[in-house]
């Protein structure tokens, strides 16, 4: 909105050309996502501490996970909020692509309220089925998948990373590839969301390296130098990605240890589908599973759990998602939360580093 509103001026004032430029209003929304996530923070907190949004104790967490019992939670609003807001102000709201992936963080949000509000008025504190969970997921990414592949500029050509005569066309096969992404990518990062901090740390680390990436892919000269897919408009996007970037960094003040606020399923499914997304239209989807490295880490820790103890009978890690698991060897939560940001630094470095390793 202030976009469409100031840049026009430069007709008369010189000055208000600098709106012009994309990296001059990702910072933009950068600041504005953090001040907002500042200042509405303290209050959600104290809000949902007198409205009683409150986490109680769950089962399926170490016995220590007790004296977090009464943090409050569905803190992903505020996240959603700080990340919408500055990207209302600052985007080209004329670019689809926006207005597609802020729909699609505001559906996978409302799926996670759901979950969360369920939990909250559940005696048993579980949510809505993993089975109803997962339709409305796979209804949603459908959708988008649907939409991205009835554009006639959209390519059907997954990019493998490091090799770039490598880039098989799927085809209309694509939306299952869309759907399969977006909704793994979703729930990889409601399972990493186990410890404070834990979750929002890689978050902000692929969203800085997608950041990068919507920005390089935007701009014909450089996707051609660089030899990445050119996709027209995906710059804007860089601004969506400085937005979430400065709402998540907004957040971790308040989410790391000990955590006064806790991301919830609110927060975790919208941020897991929003960054499925981007990779999708930039074209980079398969360097989400390296950038997400810590994300896949943590679900096939899941999926090999329950393998193991349905055809053996034992279990590979003393409890799933892995994090839990060094927490019961006697990993302090600090540790085991910092040296998951230290890999998946690691691994955006990685992903980075494919830009010129073609």
């Known amino acids: 909105m202030l ?13 208000f050309n600098v709106f012009r430029y994309i990296t001059f209003r990702t910072v933009l929304a ?11 923070t303290p209050y959600v907190i104290r809000k949902f501490h007198e409205w009683k949004i409150r986490s109680d104790k769950r089962e399926d967490v170490p ?5 977090k019992s009464g943090t409050p939670t569905m803190g992903g609003f505020v996240i959603l909020v700080s990340t919408i807001i500055p990207t209302l102000c600052w985007a080209d709201l004329k670019n689809q692509y926006i207005w597609l992936v802020a729909l699609t963080m505001v559906a996978f949000g409302a799926i996670g309220f759901a979950d969360d509000i369920r939990k909250l008025r559940s005696q048993s504190g579980k949510g809505i089925s993993g089975r109803t969970k997962l339709l409305f997921q796979v209804f949603f990414a459908l959708l988008i998948g649907v939409f991205l592949i009835s554009r006639p500029d959209f390519i059907t050509e997954l990019t493998i990373p490091f ?3 490598a880039t098989p066309d799927l085809g209309i096969y694509y ?15 409601n399972l990493t969301d186990g410890l404070d901090g834990l979750a929002i740390g890689p978050v902000l680390t692929v969203c800085s390296t997608f950041l ?5 892919a935007g701009n014909v000269k450089f996707a051609q130098y660089l030899q990445v897919f050119y996709v027209r408009g995906a710059g804007e996007l860089s601004i969506l990605c400085g937005a979430m970037l400065g709402a998540g960094i907004g957040f971790l003040w308040y989410n790391t240890y000990p955590a006064e606020l806790f991301m919830g399923d609110t927060g975790s499914l919208s941020l897991g589908a929003c960054l499925a997304t981007i990779a999708v239209i930039i074209k980079q989807e398969t360097l989400l599973v390296i950038a997400g490295g810590i994300f896949v880490m943590e679900t096939f820790s899941v999926i ?18 892995i994090h839990h698991h060094f927490e019961l060897k006697g990993w302090n939560e600090g540790k085991i939360v910092v040296r998951f940001w230290i890999i998946s630094i690691i691994l955006g470095l990685i992903a980075l580093s494919t830009l010129k390793l073609r």
């Open 304 to 321: 090999i759990q329950v393998l193991s103890f349905k055809w053996r009978g034992k279990r590979v890690f003393r409890m799933a998602p």
């Open 175 to 189: 939306i299952f590839l869309c759907v399969f992404i977006i909704v793994g990518t979703s729930n990889g990062v």
């Open 30 to 40: 950068i600041l504005s996502a953090l001040l907002i996530s500042f200042f509405l």
């Open 163 to 165: 090799f770039k005569n």
């Open 3 to 15: 976009y469409h509103l100031l840049y026009p001026l430069h007709t008369v004032f010189s000055v």
């Open 212 to 216: 990068l990436f919507a920005y390089l």
């Open 63 to 67: 016995e220590r996970h007790s004296e």
